[in-house]
């Protein structure tokens, strides 16, 4: 178990959702959370409930020059936490270039921005904490999943590459994928969610895994075992199950 007390972390999309649960998990073992998403209300909000000390600290990832401010206030951090996402659902029959480009430069670019300005410090420090929140939609294409699956298959990527490079120095890097959780994005989603969880559910998930020293972990478990089975089958073959 990871002794929290006293350590910094920067929470990216901590304004609602899985990321203000993570944050109540987090303060409640003692972290100091840097709280950070586009808007500074709802992180206002956050931080009078949390029971542990937070800094609100707003950020639009899909900014180099937000981005950048972010990093120049934020000062040296023990670890960073990656859960801002956009999503709309959409087939390519029904192709929005805006909102395509939209999910590709927050789940995936947004990523690359933060990281730019905390890993180099890090890696100076031999010291540090970097999750990153994939999706198990991430594990393959998926009908009406445009922008989101490739989005989130980048982000995943992204944290096997860090670990590839990070896993024997003092950097540790997790990567966490999750299935269909409760909020306002995947309201918009007029199909069955098989497994949908809580996010409150979901951060106990996160949290356990980054207590843990698993680089990955997917969640709910069968949910989980059927996305990752598909990676192994015939092209044909998933195409017909899963679209």
Known sequence: MTDWTGKRYWLVGASEGLGAALAQQMSAAGAHLVLSARGRDGLERLSARLPG???????????????????????????????AGVYWPMRAQDWDSARAVAMADVNFTGYLRVLGAVVPGMVDRDRGHIVITGSLAGFGGLPGAIGYAASKAGAMALAECLHADLHRTGVAVQLVNPGFIRTRLTDLNTFAMPMLMEPEDAARAMFRHMNSRRFATSFPAPFAWLFRFGRFLPQWLYVRLFA
């Open 53 to 83: 000390p937070a800094e609100v600290l707003p950020v639009d990832i899909a900014d180099d020059g937000s981005v950048a401010a972010a990093a120049h206030a934020l000062g040296e951090i023990d670890g960073v936490v990656l859960l």
